[in-house]
């Protein structure tokens, strides 16, 4: 018997709590990771509830919320403050602690040594230290909302100078601080997992797997992780700089004469746009930190379920990689009004605008891969499919947003509601759904109803595009981004009938994620069996083991790579799929 | 059922897939030997990690020296003593490497105890230079300047802590008689590290008295 048949074998006697809490299997971490990612979206998106609820009924009286939010709706309406608050939290455990985490957390943590044919990661217990750091940051920001002066207030891109004196608003006190511990304990936890991401792709795939036969997922994760290992250090420097700023008395991003609430300001020195640059430079970084990998994944589905391979894998690869260096030069598109100099503006919309040329080369591809096939509609096909619609969608406004020109005019309103919540939400959401439908039996051993989850795609197909798309027009009609009552302007009244419809939408997408999660829970005990390692006829190394996957992932010999992942209808092939195991002399014999 | 194929066979030109599958001819190796270790890899996303950490800091540190509101400290005189010392850890450190690598393990401790020590006196240096500033009157708050120089030689000085932890474990190891001359890995990552930590030593340092 092999070595590493001994230590696949090795694995198995564990007790329950190190085998499925304090674990270092790398599937383990990864569901942990997904499960509380959900957790906080939940969380999160109770959040934009009650933000859509405010923006539909700005003046309207409800007892009810009185009763149940006793100080947020002292007298019967939503208070500004904790309006802005709503916004503030929805978007940083959007951002950071449902699609960073679940995307590269879950997803990279489950998907890395099962699809590259290796037992676990190169550093499990930093593995598990990643996720343990990851929980904190979680209970820590979780826990900002219930500060007695109320949660933090500056958006998640935490502007300062308002983020860096506690004296700004009743949340930039204790809320901000905790924002900013949560802030660093999530970068911290997201650099642990990076570096295990690398070394273990770079380092660990098994026999015959070249980079160009790794899977586009495992490519997607592998450039994530080296734009989180680049981006998120300097995020950390900017939350130690304005630590400081807030608890030790220093003035990096505090100008001098600054006035708040009437008092002059003791600080003096610093500059208000250093924390912009600092934070843009991992900003924009971190949109692609978040839909690389739902691309990665998305491309290997929308595959599975077209039955054909990828339309131009190499370009897909370079595609991916021109993106993350590209989101490096382009952060000053956040900043287009910021008095920057026009010259510097027109620099940095050509370099914006540059980013299309991938995206476009990856929407073509993914289209090329659709055209003429015959598509197998299951929920995962569905999302996946759903995944390029949206980025399309959200990536065309981008162009506008792109430009200086236009920017300008459409800075800080609806029309970038809409762009960043498309493109950068609701695509990486439906390529996190595609996954989880898809690698479900993997995970669990069982299906997750399909019938249900059809339902749950059309509900959420429709319900996004029905908040998200009237949103442009709200934008182009000039309603605010952070506004908390737009009937307050005149000429924000007649298109307070859409702010309703996209409420009523937004209930009823909210709604369809009650049919996900009760599908997703109920099918882990009670959902039909998979029987067959390989029930979607995929190619992968993670099909060839049985579901759900066992500690050591492979229970012989480790697996031999002969092929690409995406040897979907040969010709002159038997079977329309051929695993990435077979050998290449069974294919040619014919 | 009939596949996808054979439906159009002759209508369609199938896809090509890379030259290869993308691979050599799948009894290779090509795909599985990596030519550097894991630790390796390992510590050189560690060390971009920290350096992209000084970057961005260095950064907002130039942006705000450009301002007219800048105020220059006087470095502590402390720190062209440390600077040698760090230097000589290095020195230590490199010469315990290549101890081992002759296989004469009673040289690499010695050379290892004594540029961990090195280490140490740096960071206790580091620490006196802090108390030389704050008697001259110099705190966190004082200028932009002095903000930046706690910060930077503090998150500098931790990083170097990790390091010093770093190699009284490898110490351990080498108490032990683990390390060999065709094995001691752990020795190898420790002195990339070092070396960085001491390369970005002299880049603040150099960073502090320019303004």
């Known amino acids: 018997m092999s070595e590493s048949h001994a230590a696949a074998h090795g694995h198995h006697e564990l007790g329950f709590i190190r085998k499925y809490i304090f674990s270092t299997d790398h599937k383990i971490i990864g569901l942990q990771y997904m499960i509380t990612a959900m957790a906080m979206a939940v969380v999160g998106g109770l959040l934009s509830m009650l933000m859509r609820y405010q923006l539909a009924w700005p003046t309207t009286l409800s007892p009810n919320m009185a009763k149940l939010f006793p100080t947020a709706f002292a007298g019967g309406i939503m208070a500004p403050e904790f309006y802005i608050s709503l916004v503030t939290m929805h978007g940083t455990i959007m951002v950071f602690f449902l699609f960073t985490a679940v995307l590269t957390g879950g997803f990279g943590n489950f998907l890395i040594p099962l699809q590259i044919g290796a037992r676990d990661m190169a550093f499990p217990f930093l593995n598990a230290l990643s996720y343990w750091i990851f929980l904190v940051s979680c209970v820590v920001i979780f826990s900002a909302l219930f500060v007695t002066t109320g949660a933090p207030m500056g958006g998640w891109t935490s502007y300062a100078p308002l983020s860096a004196l506690p004296a700004a608003a009743p949340g930039q006190g204790t809320g901000v601080t905790l924002w900013v511990i949560a802030i660093a304990l999530f970068s911290a936890s997201g650099l642990m997992g990076g570096l295990n991401y690398i070394t273990t792709i770079l380092t660990m795939r098994t026999r015959g797997l070249s980079m160009m036969r790794l899977p586009l997922t495992q490519w997607s994760l592998l450039i994530t992780s080296v734009l989180g290992l680049l981006a998120f250090p300097v995020l950390l420097g900017a939350a130690i700089l304005l630590m400081f700023d807030r608890v030790g008395g220093t003035s990096f991003f505090v100008p001098a004469g600054v006035i708040m609430n009437g008092i002059a300001v003791d600080h003096s020195g610093g500059h208000p746009l250093l924390w912009q640059h600092l934070f843009w430079f991992f900003g924009h970084p971190e949109v692609y930190i978040v839909v690389l990998p739902a691309m990665g994944m998305a491309s290997d589905i929308l595959s599975t379920f077209c039955r054909k391979p990828i339309f131009s894998y190499r370009m897909m690869v370079y595609s991916m990689v021109s993106i993350a260096a590209l989101s490096f030069i382009v952060w000053g598109h956040h900043m287009f009004v910021s008095g920057m100099n026009p010259f510097l503006g027109s620099v940095f919309t050509l370099t914006t605008l540059l980013i299309a040329v991938p995206s476009a080369v990856k929407t073509f591809n993914w289209l090329g891969t659709v055209w003429g096939a015959r598509i197998r509609f299951t929920a995962a096909g569905l999302f996946s499919i759903g995944f390029v619609s949206m980025f399309v969608s959200g990536g065309l406004s981008g162009i506008f947003l792109g430009t200086s020109a236009a920017d300008i005019q459409l800075q800080d309103t609806y029309f970038v509601v809409a762009h960043f919540h498309l493109v950068m939400a609701i695509a990486p959401l439906f390529a996190a759904f595609a996954g989880l439908y898809f690698w479900f039996p993997k995970m669990f051993g069982r299906f997750m109803n399909e019938g249900l989850g059809k339902l749950h795609f059309w509900l959420t197909f429709i319900g996004a595009y029905c908040v998200f798309f009237p949103m442009h027009i709200l934008g182009i009609g000039g309603q605010m981004r952070r506004i908390y009552d737009p009937t307050q302007y005149t000429f924000l009244i007649p298109q307070q009938p859409v702010n309703v419809f996209i409420t009523y939408s937004a209930f009823v997408l909210g709604a369809a994620q009650i049919i996900f999660i009760l599908n997703f829970f109920v099918s882990i005990f009670a959902g039909k069996r998979a029987m067959e390692n390989n029930p979607w006829q995929a190619t992968t190394l993670e099909w060839t083991v049985p579901c759900p996957t066992g500690h050591g992932n492979f229970p012989e010999e480790l697996p031999v790579v002969y092929r690409w992942p995406f040897d979907y209808s040969v010709p002159g092939e038997k079977e329309d799929f051929v695993p990435q195991s077979v050998p290449a002399t069974v294919m040619t014999k014919h | ?211």
Request: hydrophobic share 50%.
């Open chain 2, 1 to 211: 059922m009939p596949t996808l194929v054979e439906e159009r066979k002759g209508t369609v030109l199938p896809p090509t897939p890379p030259v290869n599958y993308g691979g050599g001819d799948g009894s290779s190796d090509s795909g599985s030997s990596f030519p550097i270790s894991k630790g390796q890899v390992g510590i050189w996303i560690l060390v971009t990690a920290i350096i992209m950490l000084f970057a961005g800091l260095s950064s907002a540190y130039i942006v705000l020296r450009g301002m007219p509101t800048w105020q220059g400290i006087e470095m502590p005189s402390l720190l062209w003593p440390n600077t040698a010392i760090l230097l000589m850890s290095s020195v230590a450190i490199e010469l315990s490497r290549r101890s081992i690598r002759r296989n004469d393990p009673q040289s690499m401790k010695r050379w290892l105890g004594l540029g961990g020590l090195l280490g140490l006196a740096f960071l206790i240096g580091q620490v006196a230079a802090w108390k030389q500033l704050v008697n001259a009157g110099v705190y966190v708050p004082s200028t932009i300047q002095s903000g930046f120089f706690y910060i930077l030689t503090g998150l500098h000085g931790l990083h170097l802590f990790g390091g010093v932890v770093a190699l009284s474990v490898v110490m351990g190891m080498a108490m032990k008689n683990r390390l060999s001359a065709f094995s001691h890995e752990p020795l190898k990552l420790c002195a990339a590290y070092w070396h960085v930590m001491d390369g970005l030593w002299l880049y603040l340092f150099l960073l502090l008295l320019l303004s």
